[in-house]
């Protein structure tokens, strides 16, 4: 099943009346946690052996862990403060995984006494770290895949190269930990599920080398990728996640655990941002586009739109009237604070100050990107449903 | 005057002694405001007559506000909020200026209550709104220059171009406002007063042509740009602002108020970043280069490394080892989390994970970018010494 626009498909009737009736003062993120829990369902559904592990950065807000926690998600969290926040939210230690390749020495220590006791690491030099600091823990090694598909690509900042896996695999033996397996990640927003195939076939090789170099692997951690609704069409999530499965299983074969990290595919339709326009204007005119300010940018909850690799949706009371190009900006005094100016966007030629303009799938990655007070404005607020 | 290391020329002992013995636990701003007094009046004293508006939205730690205030400094606020911050340390509100382009309605009241009496605008529909919010109130506009030699240059997001401005103050007077002046800004990070010269040039011309068409200005608003030391040789603060006045002078003669906005050329080497080395590690065993990943990132206080714009200095206990090329990255799982990569840092080839780095001159648009917490990390400490 694919969808075109999120309210042909999900039940979000809810989110949309909440925020309609909504009065509100500054930019505010309204989340639908029946929302999650819906396309929990549905991510779990396609992904059948498959258990997922939420990404906790692409929202961190506490009725979301606690949602998930009670519909029995397991968590791949970055930091020492989001494995405190899952534990206490009530989540399990061992349904929790350290996901970050990067880690204090002693937040790998205060998870290692928590009872976290799975950790991701790239280097030679962080199995040091995790094998003083977590002796005996479960370690898989991140590698690093470069022919992403994806919308917002992850770089060459994670993983090793093939090269160093089984190097790696052994020195964590010798250090005492156990390495159980491999993950990797697609870059975020994959829209289709058939982007993945390259990506699996370079991993299905690495792995199979590492068996073959008599490494016992029994984990796959398959990342993240798993995409939201921003106006490009995408497969609905329950599909989605079944063809990954199918992929995946064509490759590997029966392996006993197998992890999925959807954060943005899990949360981002969730919510959606109240925001207000604060300035329609030319700059000459001559000029055939406007520009349009809001008092939402790129510093206070929308620093994906950075490289304007994230397009978001954006609805208002005008859109029945005609549309026309729009340089789109935040209220900052910074002129890197500019949403979408290489590829305009569309707007009624009627907005204008004062007009509300809400965005629309804006339940990842916004409120916790927010700055704390950049030019004096507040960071983004959220209300929970 | 110029110099090639702050320490040649400026007395910062105290910062760099107050580093050196100060024990952290997550990533600190160390803030010296006797450096920022001494750079204020090593600026004021190059300006002349010109007064010193200090743009809030580079630092707006307290103790920095205090301090100016009591120093005979004036400000320029981006938000409703840092105009009350300015309020609350003692400023007087007529020498408050509203600087920003983009501003809500009710934030214009708000300062037009609070006594601040001078206003920034671009485009008609700001005028009308100031019109409303803040009756008779004093205007300038802001044009827009597009041949910045800035390292951090500001794009077309600010100004109207100059076939606008002589409509715009008519507007003005029709709406009951008083169009007093011009502003412009040459771009953040401009190392060199030479560099003005062009942009000046530019809005001279649209100085003499408002004049020509009746519109009596006597206020001419420089903007920033005021560089701070980063590596590249930049001129002593008041050399650079003396030429600077030069240059002013020499285009647009004898102008009753000037005013100045320096930010960065403030407070930018007033403050140190203490942080601290996660790893260092190579992705395969060929790299010629590693990474190195600190506890501090593009979303908790170094957002101005995007693009690589700025170019931080840094400091370890390792400085006299043999250097070589690195990549720099931040903690968190973002892969748009790399400080440096097209053009590789030098740093000690010894270096490790635990290891203290000083990252110098951070002394603006750092601590209020931060995000509330991307990844579970916290916002940049701020300690005032």
Redesign the interface.
């Known amino acids: 099943m694919t969808y075109v626009a999120q309210g042909a498909f999900a039940p979000v009737s809810r989110l949309d009346s909440a925020v309609a009736d909504m009065i509100v003062d500054k930019p505010t993120l309204v989340l639908d946690i029946d929302r999650v829990e819906f396309q929990y369902h549905q991510l779990a559904q396609g992904l059948g052996e498959a258990h997922i592990h939420y990404?906790?950065?692409a929202n961190?807000t506490r009725e979301i862990i606690e949602r998930l926690v009670n519909i029995g998600s397991h968590f791949d969290?970055?930091?020492?403060?989001?494995i405190e926040?899952c534990l206490s939210q009530g989540a399990a230690p061992e349904h929790i995984s350290f996901?970050?390749?990067?880690?204090?020495?002693a937040d790998i220590a205060f998870a290692h006494h928590a009872g976290v006791d799975i950790f991701a690491a790239?280097?030679?030099?962080?199995l040091e770290?995790i094998a003083e600091n977590a002796p005996g823990a479960q370690v898989y090694i991140r590698v690093?895949v470069e022919n992403s598909e994806a919308d917002?690509?992850?770089?060459?900042?994670?993983?090793?190269?093939s090269?160093?896996v089984n190097?790696l695999m052994a020195r964590a033996v010798e250090l005492g930990l156990r390495p159980v397996g491999l993950s990797f990640h697609v870059g975020s927003q994959t829209r289709r599920a058939d982007m993945w195939t390259g990506v699996l076939d370079a991993v299905a090789e690495i792995w199979k080398s590492a068996r073959e170099a008599g490494f016992d692997l029994d984990l796959l951690n398959i990342g993240g990728g798993f995409p939201a609704f921003y106006g490009e069409q995408i497969d609905g999530p329950m599909t989605y996640a079944a063809r990954v499965m199918e992929l995946v299983r064509a490759r590997f074969g029966k392996v006993a655990r197998v992890m999925a990290e959807p954060g943005r595919g899990l949360v981002a339709e969730s919510g959606a941002i109240i925001a207000?326009v604060?300035?329609?204007?030319?700059?000459?005119?001559?000029d055939t586009h406007r520009?349009v300010?809001l008092?939402i940018g790129r510093?206070s909850g929308l620093?994906e739109t950075?490289g304007e690799a994230i397009r978001y949706q954006f609805v208002t009371a005008r859109d029945g009237d005609e549309f026309g190009p729009c340089v789109m900006?935040g209220?900052?005094?910074?002129?890197?604070?500019?949403l979408y100016?290489k590829r305009p966007v569309m707007l009624p030629t009627t907005l204008?100050?004062?007009d509300r303009i809400v965005i629309r799938n804006c339940g990842a990655y916004t409120?916790?990107?927010?700055?704390?007070?950049?030019?004096?404005?507040?960071?983004l607020d959220v209300v929970v449903l």
Chains 1, 2 share one sequence.
Request: aromatic residues 10%; hydrophobic residues 30%; charged residues 30%.
């Open positions: 990404a906790v950065k961190p969290a970055a930091s020492r403060a989001e926040l996901g970050n390749t990067v880690k204090k020495p790239d280097a030679v030099e962080e770290k690093l917002w690509p992850l770089s060459r900042k994670f993983g090793c190269r090269d160093m190097d207000e604060l300035l329609v204007s030319k700059k000459s005119d001559s520009w300010y008092d510093f620093a950075e900006a209220p900052s005094c910074d002129s890197a604070d500019v100016e204008k100050s004062g409120s916790s990107y927010s700055s704390v007070g950049f030019n004096g404005f507040p960071p």
